[in-house]
């Protein structure tokens, strides 16, 4: 079982920047893909960015194509906190931002995802 908890959020202007992170702790030796989702009101739930680790510890990394160039996915140390630095954030990037992470991953689905509580994050124009 692994348990995700994010922070970071907040309010923002547009043009403004946020740093998300999610701290994992449990059984994270089985982790090999992490991620971040968000649910804006009224819609349904979609895939932000995902990292995966895969042999000899190389690293890839996937985003929608809506926060490409702006938002960017990193893991510290042992998988075990997770971070999304978001800059030039628009209105439309307002939602509750949930961290993932499963044991595979493919683009931005994230296989048997362990999901955190979430973070709201608000930008203003």
């Known amino acids: 079982q692994v348990h995700l908890v994010e922070s970071g959020g907040g309010s923002v202007q547009a043009g403004g920047s946020l740093r998300l992170s999610c701290a994992a702790s449990g059984y994270t030796g089985s982790i090999s893909c992490m991620g971040w989702f968000r649910q804006a009101p009224g819609k349904e739930r979609e895939g932000v960015a995902t990292i995966y680790t895969g042999t000899y510890r190389s690293v890839s990394t996937y985003y929608a194509d809506s926060v490409n160039g702006r938002f960017t996915i990193s893991q510290g140390n042992a998988k075990k906190t997770l971070y999304l630095q978001m800059n030039s954030l628009k209105p439309e990037d307002t939602a509750v931002y949930y961290c993932?992470?499963?044991?595979?991953?493919?683009?931005?689905?994230?296989?048997?995802?362990?999901w955190g509580q979430g973070t709201q994050v608000t930008v203003s124009s």
């Open positions: 993932a992470a499963g044991q595979g991953c493919s683009g931005l689905k994230i296989y048997g995802a362990s």
